[in-house]
Protein backbone atom coordinates (compact mmCIF):
# COMPACT_ATOMS: atom_id res chain seq x y z
CA UNK A 1 0.00 0.00 0.00
CA UNK A 2 1.10 3.60 -0.60
CA UNK A 3 2.30 5.97 2.20
CA UNK A 4 -0.23 8.45 1.96
CA UNK A 5 -3.87 6.52 0.29
CA UNK A 6 -7.23 8.46 0.37
CA UNK A 7 -9.41 6.06 -0.98
CA UNK A 8 -12.51 6.98 -2.66
CA UNK A 9 -13.36 10.12 -0.60
CA UNK A 10 -16.93 11.63 -0.35
CA UNK A 11 -17.90 14.25 1.86
CA UNK A 12 -18.00 18.19 2.07
CA UNK A 13 -18.08 20.75 4.93
CA UNK A 14 -20.25 20.29 7.76
CA UNK A 15 -24.15 19.18 6.85
CA UNK A 16 -23.28 21.04 3.45
CA UNK A 17 -23.86 19.51 -0.14
CA UNK A 18 -20.81 16.89 -1.57
CA UNK A 19 -17.74 18.79 -2.88
CA UNK A 20 -15.61 15.52 -2.97
CA UNK A 21 -16.83 12.78 -4.92
CA UNK A 22 -15.39 9.61 -5.38
CA UNK A 23 -11.46 11.60 -4.71
CA UNK A 24 -8.57 9.42 -4.24
CA UNK A 25 -4.92 10.00 -3.53
CA UNK A 26 -1.90 8.37 -3.15
CA UNK A 27 2.23 9.48 -2.42
CA UNK A 28 4.96 6.85 -2.13
CA UNK A 29 7.81 7.71 0.42
CA UNK A 30 9.56 10.93 -0.51
CA UNK A 31 7.40 11.37 -3.70
CA UNK A 32 5.92 14.90 -4.88
CA UNK A 33 2.53 14.62 -5.85
CA UNK A 34 0.72 17.68 -6.98
CA UNK A 35 -3.13 18.06 -7.56
CA UNK A 36 -4.28 20.58 -10.39
CA UNK A 37 -7.58 21.24 -11.56
CA UNK A 38 -9.31 24.19 -12.65
CA UNK A 39 -10.97 26.64 -9.90
CA UNK A 40 -13.69 25.42 -7.16
CA UNK A 41 -12.68 21.78 -8.62
CA UNK A 42 -12.04 20.88 -5.12
CA UNK A 43 -8.49 20.23 -5.02
CA UNK A 44 -7.96 22.54 -1.47
CA UNK A 45 -11.03 20.81 -0.38
CA UNK A 46 -9.38 16.94 -1.45
CA UNK A 47 -6.41 18.32 0.99
CA UNK A 48 -8.10 19.15 3.89
CA UNK A 49 -10.04 16.00 3.44
CA UNK A 50 -6.98 14.33 3.98
CA UNK A 51 -6.05 16.26 7.03
CA UNK A 52 -9.49 15.45 8.46
CA UNK A 53 -10.64 19.11 8.44
CA UNK A 54 -14.22 18.08 6.87
CA UNK A 55 -16.42 15.18 7.21
CA UNK A 56 -16.29 12.27 4.68
CA UNK A 57 -19.70 10.40 3.89
CA UNK A 58 -17.83 7.81 2.40
CA UNK A 59 -13.89 6.34 2.04
CA UNK A 60 -10.80 5.96 3.93
CA UNK A 61 -7.74 7.42 4.57
CA UNK A 62 -4.72 5.54 5.63
CA UNK A 63 -0.86 7.13 6.53
CA UNK A 64 1.79 4.41 6.44
CA UNK A 65 -0.48 1.58 7.01
CA UNK A 66 -2.63 2.70 9.72
CA UNK A 67 -6.34 4.12 9.08
CA UNK A 68 -6.73 7.77 10.38
CA UNK A 69 -9.92 8.06 8.55
CA UNK A 70 -11.61 8.98 12.40
CA UNK A 71 -8.46 11.07 13.83
CA UNK A 72 -8.50 14.63 14.43
CA UNK A 73 -5.94 17.02 12.62
CA UNK A 74 -4.20 17.35 15.35
CA UNK A 75 -4.31 13.88 15.93
CA UNK A 76 -3.18 13.58 12.58
CA UNK A 77 0.36 15.73 13.20
CA UNK A 78 1.39 13.33 15.80
CA UNK A 79 0.87 10.68 13.19
CA UNK A 80 3.04 12.57 10.75
CA UNK A 81 1.09 14.60 8.75
CA UNK A 82 2.33 18.85 8.21
CA UNK A 83 0.06 20.86 6.53
CA UNK A 84 0.82 24.44 5.42
CA UNK A 85 -2.32 26.71 4.28
CA UNK A 86 -2.48 28.85 1.62
CA UNK A 87 -3.51 32.25 4.20
CA UNK A 88 -2.51 32.75 7.61
CA UNK A 89 0.14 30.27 7.65
CA UNK A 90 2.45 32.55 10.08
CA UNK A 91 2.53 33.98 13.55
CA UNK A 92 3.54 37.88 12.55
CA UNK A 93 4.03 39.34 15.59
CA UNK A 94 6.35 36.74 16.24
CA UNK A 95 9.94 36.36 15.76
CA UNK A 96 11.06 33.75 12.57
CA UNK A 97 12.67 31.95 15.50
CA UNK A 98 9.41 31.84 17.70
CA UNK A 99 7.58 30.64 14.38
CA UNK A 100 9.72 27.37 14.19
CA UNK A 101 9.60 26.84 17.94
CA UNK A 102 5.84 27.10 17.84
CA UNK A 103 6.19 24.38 14.72
CA UNK A 104 7.66 22.08 17.93
CA UNK A 105 5.22 22.52 19.82
CA UNK A 106 4.65 18.52 19.60
CA UNK A 107 7.96 17.68 20.63
CA UNK A 108 9.66 16.95 24.18
CA UNK A 109 13.14 16.05 22.17
CA UNK A 110 15.59 19.02 21.42
CA UNK A 111 14.97 20.75 18.71
CA UNK A 112 18.08 22.79 17.52
CA UNK A 113 19.18 20.33 14.45
CA UNK A 114 15.68 20.61 13.24
CA UNK A 115 16.32 24.71 12.87
CA UNK A 116 19.43 24.14 11.75
CA UNK A 117 17.84 22.53 8.91
CA UNK A 118 15.02 24.57 7.89
CA UNK A 119 17.78 27.18 8.38
CA UNK A 120 19.83 25.16 5.46
CA UNK A 121 17.13 24.70 3.59
CA UNK A 122 15.85 27.90 3.33
CA UNK A 123 18.79 30.80 3.96
CA UNK A 124 16.05 34.01 4.08
CA UNK A 125 14.57 32.56 6.80
CA UNK A 126 18.00 32.19 8.90
CA UNK A 127 18.82 35.96 7.46
CA UNK A 128 15.38 37.21 9.00
CA UNK A 129 15.20 34.92 12.21
CA UNK A 130 15.07 38.15 14.16
CA UNK A 131 12.95 39.73 12.60
CA UNK A 132 8.97 39.52 13.22
CA UNK A 133 7.22 37.46 10.36
CA UNK A 134 4.90 40.02 9.52
CA UNK A 135 7.70 41.90 8.15
CA UNK A 136 8.39 39.94 5.80
CA UNK A 137 8.27 39.41 2.15
CA UNK A 138 5.12 37.17 0.74
CA UNK A 139 7.98 34.49 -0.37
CA UNK A 140 9.75 34.89 2.73
CA UNK A 141 6.67 34.19 5.03
CA UNK A 142 5.95 31.13 2.72
CA UNK A 143 9.43 29.99 3.31
CA UNK A 144 8.71 30.56 7.35
CA UNK A 145 5.38 28.50 6.91
CA UNK A 146 6.89 25.84 5.51
CA UNK A 147 9.94 25.61 7.84
CA UNK A 148 6.86 25.82 10.81
CA UNK A 149 5.22 22.65 9.56
CA UNK A 150 8.81 21.11 8.92
CA UNK A 151 9.58 21.50 12.60
CA UNK A 152 7.05 18.78 13.41
CA UNK A 153 9.42 16.41 11.80
CA UNK A 154 6.99 15.26 9.58
CA UNK A 155 6.55 12.41 7.09
CA UNK A 156 4.09 13.54 5.29
CA UNK A 157 4.15 17.76 4.62
CA UNK A 158 1.18 19.02 2.51
CA UNK A 159 1.05 22.23 1.05
CA UNK A 160 -1.91 24.80 -0.20
CA UNK A 161 -0.90 26.24 -2.96
CA UNK A 162 2.21 27.39 -1.49
CA UNK A 163 3.65 29.81 -4.55
CA UNK A 164 0.33 31.78 -4.41
CA UNK A 165 1.04 36.04 -5.04
CA UNK A 166 4.61 35.70 -5.52
CA UNK A 167 6.94 36.28 -8.33
CA UNK A 168 8.17 33.33 -11.19
CA UNK A 169 11.62 34.00 -9.43
CA UNK A 170 10.02 33.35 -5.71
CA UNK A 171 8.01 30.49 -7.26
CA UNK A 172 11.08 28.85 -8.56
CA UNK A 173 12.91 29.16 -5.62
CA UNK A 174 10.18 27.49 -3.51
CA UNK A 175 10.18 24.73 -5.97
CA UNK A 176 13.21 24.02 -5.96
CA UNK A 177 13.00 23.66 -1.70
CA UNK A 178 10.61 21.45 -1.90
CA UNK A 179 12.28 19.24 -4.65
CA UNK A 180 15.56 19.43 -1.52
CA UNK A 181 12.45 18.59 1.38
CA UNK A 182 11.61 15.62 -0.56
CA UNK A 183 14.92 14.28 -1.20
CA UNK A 184 14.94 14.38 2.68
CA UNK A 185 12.36 11.22 2.84
CA UNK A 186 9.63 13.19 3.47
CA UNK A 187 6.73 12.88 1.14
CA UNK A 188 4.84 15.89 -0.74
CA UNK A 189 1.09 16.30 -1.54
CA UNK A 190 0.91 19.74 -2.95
CA UNK A 191 -2.29 22.04 -4.45
CA UNK A 192 -1.32 24.30 -6.72
CA UNK A 193 -2.83 27.06 -9.13
CA UNK A 194 0.93 27.20 -11.36
CA UNK A 195 0.21 23.80 -12.97
CA UNK A 196 2.44 23.75 -15.23
CA UNK A 197 5.40 24.75 -12.94
CA UNK A 198 4.37 21.89 -10.31
CA UNK A 199 3.56 19.34 -12.47
CA UNK A 200 7.28 19.88 -14.21
CA UNK A 201 8.52 18.92 -10.43
CA UNK A 202 6.03 16.19 -9.64
CA UNK A 203 6.40 12.78 -9.39
CA UNK A 204 2.46 12.00 -9.58
CA UNK A 205 -0.42 14.50 -10.51
CA UNK A 206 -4.00 14.45 -9.93
CA UNK A 207 -6.35 16.60 -12.16
CA UNK A 208 -9.37 16.86 -10.31
CA UNK A 209 -12.98 18.27 -12.11
CA UNK A 210 -16.37 18.96 -10.20
CA UNK A 211 -14.36 16.81 -6.84
CA UNK A 212 -13.69 13.47 -8.63
CA UNK A 213 -10.45 12.42 -10.49
CA UNK A 214 -10.17 13.31 -14.08
CA UNK A 215 -6.86 12.39 -15.03
CA UNK A 216 -3.79 10.53 -12.85
CA UNK A 217 -0.15 10.05 -14.08
CA UNK A 218 3.34 10.92 -13.81
CA UNK A 219 3.59 15.03 -13.80
CA UNK A 220 5.25 14.39 -17.34
CA UNK A 221 3.20 12.39 -19.40
CA UNK A 222 0.29 14.92 -17.46
CA UNK A 223 2.46 17.93 -19.35
CA UNK A 224 2.60 15.59 -22.58
CA UNK A 225 -1.01 15.00 -22.58
CA UNK A 226 -2.75 17.39 -25.42
CA UNK A 227 -6.40 16.80 -24.16
CA UNK A 228 -4.88 17.40 -20.24
CA UNK A 229 -2.53 20.74 -21.90
CA UNK A 230 -5.72 21.96 -23.80
CA UNK A 231 -8.58 21.69 -21.12
CA UNK A 232 -5.58 22.53 -18.26
CA UNK A 233 -3.01 24.17 -18.72
CA UNK A 234 -3.94 26.91 -21.41
CA UNK A 235 -2.88 24.77 -24.92
Do not use: W
Not at 4 to 17: C, I, R, V
Not at 36 to 43: H, L, M, S, T
Not at 52 to 67: K, P, W
Not at 148 to 157: H, W
Request: aromatic content about 6%; some cysteine.
Amino acid sequence: MSFLHANAMTGGYGTGADILHDCSLTVQKGEIAVIVGPNGAGKSTAMKAVFGMLNLRQGSVNLDGEDITHLSPQERVRKGMGFVPQTNNIFPTMTVRENLEMGAFIRSDDIEASIDLVYELFPAVFEKRNQNAGELSGGQRQQVAVGRALMTKPKLLMLDEPTAGVSPIVMDELFDRIIEVARTGISILMVEQNARQALDIADKGYVLVQGANAYTDTGANLLADEEVRRTFLGG
